[in-house]
């Protein structure tokens, strides 16, 4: 009998079809994430500054048709309505890994999902441990459980690290794993009072999309307002509205028709992705990131269980929870590490999954809604972010001129056909 040909290592070199599509994912994230780091700092410095009425004046007027149960805030707008767009995209992309992607199969899926579920339930463990010591509100345990992928991208470009293209993708499928379980979160345990027939013409409104996309119908002008309606339903009917948008990105066709350049999740999220990084998501940041960072709030953020679980729970838990998911998963399936990386850099890759911004924002929002607990969370979040985001610096820097090295490695093409000479040396590869 033939013997099985050798599995590719973990972290190992990608094929040629994913690392096109891993790059252009990251390439607009990294965008996303720098004008996302801009947001969050103009939130911050109006939200202190002699002018900060203006700020919370914005964020808190009020407009929208109130006969449609639609009459929200500004800050509502951004959070229920332009996040919707990022968790379409969200659901696209979870799509993609489940059809084409690193998921599509048991042996690849293994070791990211479960290091993306250890980077949530331990997390969430070290929130509720926090808390309970200090008699605190348990309802903030989904805070430090979502990896908030555009920031930790920013930081890597900002501290121009030559990161290899695998680690980069590995963290991009935990922040998708995440994101996934972010939103059965917030849908299962963020519901308002349920209004049935709304949620019934939602889901009517889904089974239409579905129908639509296996009809092969084309043409935006379908899809737009059905897409506002469901999610308008979806808003009343008590469940988060954003959960309209993944549910109609997991709906949208992966897979090419012959003859077609590109499927209609492709063709959306082209469109969509620089839409979501570049305006919805850094415009949430900026009416959700503006909190009042004076010397007592601070020290209700180190001093208060809830805000001190949410910063145990991101710094600590998301490294641990990662870092032993994946090497437990690695030992328990005798996954092979890249012989060119070390655990070493996998450490440093779950210190960086600790940024939990936009996500955890979102969440701290639906668990305490308009507390002062509520501001207590959102510093703590910045906090975290910000110590993760340092951690990972110190920890990355440290191994740069080894990723330095495979950087190049995987970028040169000295016959200038576009396609990296590794690929045309390395047997089996796909090109």
Not at 25 to 44: K, M, N, P
Request: glycine residues 10%.
């Amino acid at each position: 009998m033939a013997a099985s040909p050798p599995r590719a290592p973990f972290l190992g070199l990608l094929s040629w079809p994913e690392r096109q599509a891993v790059a252009r994912a990251l390439r607009t994230e990294t965008v996303g994430g720098l004008v996302l780091l801009v947001a969050a700092t103009a939130a911050l410095v109006w939200a202190n500054a002699p002018f900060s009425s203006s700020y919370f004046a914005i964020r808190d007027f009020h407009f929208g048709i109130r006969a449609l149960g639609l009459d929200l805030s500004v800050g509502h707008w951004t959070s229920d309505g332009l996040l919707t767009v990022f968790f379409l995209v969200a659901g696209i992309e979870l799509k993609r890994e489940l059809v084409v992607g690193s998921l599509r199969t048991p042996a690849t899926a293994v070791l990211p999902v479960i290091a993306a579920l250890c980077g949530m339930v331990i997390p969430a463990a070290l929130y509720a441990i926090t808390v309970a010591a200090g008699a605190g509100s348990m309802d903030g345990w989904a805070v430090p459980m979502a990896t908030d992928i555009a920031f930790a991208l920013a930081v890597l470009a900002v501290i121009s690290t030559h990161l290899p293209t695998a680690l980069r993708a590995f963290l991009l499928t935990l922040a998708v794993v995440d994101d996934l379980g972010a939103i059965l979160i917030i849908a299962v345990f963020f519901t308002s009072d349920l209004n049935y027939w709304a949620l019934a013409g939602a889901f009517a409104g889904l089974g239409a999309f579905y129908a639509l996309q296996r009809l092969r119908v084309r043409g935006w002008w379908w899809y737009l307002p059905l897409g506002v309606t469901v999610w308008a339903l979806m808003y009343n009917g008590g469940i988060h509205a954003t959960v309209a948008g993944v549910a109609m990105g997991l709906i949208l066709r992966t897979t090419r028709d012959e003859g077609e350049r590109g499927s209609p999740a492709e063709r959306t999220g082209h469109l969509l992705h620089p839409l979501s990084a570049g305006i919805c998501v850094p415009l949430f940041a900026l009416f959700a990131a503006g909190v009042s960072v004076s010397g007592d709030a601070l020290s209700q953020v180190f001093t208060s269980p809830e805000p001190l679980g949410v910063i145990v729970g991101l710094v600590v838990g998301k490294t641990l929870g990662i870092f032993a998911g994946t090497y437990l998963a690695a030992r328990f399936t005798r996954a092979q590490l890249n012989p060119d990386l070390a655990w070493a850099d996998l450490f440093g890759l779950a210190t960086l999954a600790g940024i939990g911004f936009t996500v955890a924002l979102l969440i701290g929002e639906l668990a305490f809604p308009g507390t002062a607990v509520g501001g207590h969370i959102k510093v703590a979040v910045l906090i975290a972010s910000l110590t993760a985001a340092v951690l990972a610096t110190l920890l990355l820097r440290r191994r740069n001129s080894v990723y330095r090295r495979l950087y190049k490695e995987e970028n040169l093409d000295e016959d200038a056909d576009g396609i990296p000479d590794i690929y045309q040396r390395t047997e089996g590869s796909s090109t």
